[in-house]
């Protein structure tokens, strides 16, 4: 039934697919490994059982989100094999060296200490215990360096030459894992990873605020995550604002897509809020724009002339579609993460963070909200670097393994029923313990009174922990 299937298109449908499902957890378990750091930290610190009550309740949540990311970004590396032999082949030289660091020092580094951090805190000291959490947290950073590096490279590739047989060979490596986009891309994916942690947290505390239970844990995290997006949001504005002159200089068809601008503008360009991309006739249909501030932000000149999509051969240009509506995406919740921001802080000013259940609504609404982002941010980037694996040099149809259109749809079917099943179940499992009130730190004034020192009140009749108890 798939024999008419064009076997590139379902190969690229087919990892697209798993890498939107693996994206989501490490951009999740990156924020988290340094959150539960900062919590131990913090209760190290203060001595206030509430942040430890906290590493509990999240270092959970951490564990089986940690466990989905590997087990889904194991599935990812087979496709190199399967559906991508000839882009493994020809540059296998530079990325897979890059792929073994982060296998030597990331994974080792996690697999050493992960054990220590979930297990250990009663069987080794505090200090020892912090240590572990913090070289999790820094291994889930080495991770996303190497990974971040090598897609990179792809995007703006260095340091390389072409052998007899057509193979990237490096020539420096300084020049291949520091590419001119590394930099900007890495700390962009960073922030968002912390942003989107900081929404999940900022929710969970929400829906307990709303709740009425747990005001003291659940007021915490939420003040917590609310800090955090006043303060990142506008940092990871400015962040991506840097990628994207970044990405005029070395991938200006890429902009071109995401800017909506088929034609070029000689006296400047205007920024195109929204509108329906028609690639038939080239325009851009129902276009809402503002004259001349796209040159205005690209170029930093109202007059500043920026070339089109006119200036493309239409074999090379990027699906212009997908790349616009993408990035629009990601960048209208990045605002919207601004303004949960903003709001806070007026909240916080007039001193009703705790209480304000519009806040605290809000905030529950926004709690996907980063992997959203995350996942439009990947579209932008690998479908505009479109038609090439590695940009300007390997060119997709080139990339692929030669294989039948129906073994790769047989296997593409198996990846969707397999990982709406189990990756289902497990983002099941995540929402059934973020919905769970952690252990009180300190009773209740109903749980009884408070033991002091050298005090042990008889036991109550009828008494079972109060109704917080589990």
Sequence with gaps: MFENFDAQLLARIQFAFTVSFHIIFPAFSIGLASYLAVLEGLYLWKKD?????????????????????????????????????????????????????????????????????????????????????????????????????VNSWMQTPDGFAMNDVGQFVPVDWWKIVFNPSFPYRLTHMVIAAYLTTAFVVGAVGAWHLLKGTAPRRAGVMFSMAMW??????????????????????????????????????????????????????????????????????????????????DTIPDDKEPPVAIVFWSFRVMVAIGFAMLGVGLFSL??????????????HRVALVMGPSGFVAVLAGWITTEVGRQPYTVYGHLLTADSISPIAAPAVAASLIAFIVVYFIVFGAGTFYIL?????????????LDDGPIRSSGITPAAQPGHHGGKHAH
């Design 49 to 149: 059982k509430v942040y430890l009550e906290l590493f509990d309740f999240w270092k959970t949540i951490f564990a089986v989100a940690f466990g989905m990311g590997v087990v889904s970004g194991i599935v990812m590396s087979y496709q190199f094999g399967t559906n991508w032999s000839v882009f493994s082949d020809k540059a296998g030289p530079v990325i897979g060296p890059l792929m073994g660091y982060e296998v030597l020092t990331a994974f080792f580094l996690e697999a050493g200490f992960l054990g220590v951090m979930l297990f250990g805190r009663k069987r080794v000291g505090p200090g020892l215990h912090f240590f572990a959490t913090l070289m999790v947290a820094f291994g889930t950073l080495i991770s996303a360096t190497w990974i971040l590096s």
């Design 432 to 444: 059934r313990l973020m919905g769970r009130l952690p252990h009180d730190p300190m009773p209740d």
């Design 346 to 359: 007026w909240c916080r000013w007039k001193g009703t963070l705790y209480e304000n259940h519009w806040m």
């Design 228 to 309: 955090m997006a006043a303060i990142v949001a506008p940092i990871q504005i400015a962040a991506g604002d840097a990628h994207g002159l970044n990405t005029l200089e070395h991938q200006p068809v890429k902009v071109m897509a995401m800017e909506g601008h088929f034609d070029s503008h000689p006296e400047g360009a205007p920024l195109i809020l929204f509108g329906i991309p028609n690639t038939e006739e080239k325009r851009i249909d129902y276009a809402i724009q503002i004259p001349k501030l796209s040159s205005l932000i690209l170029k930093h000149d109202l007059n500043a002339p920026l070339d089109g999509l």
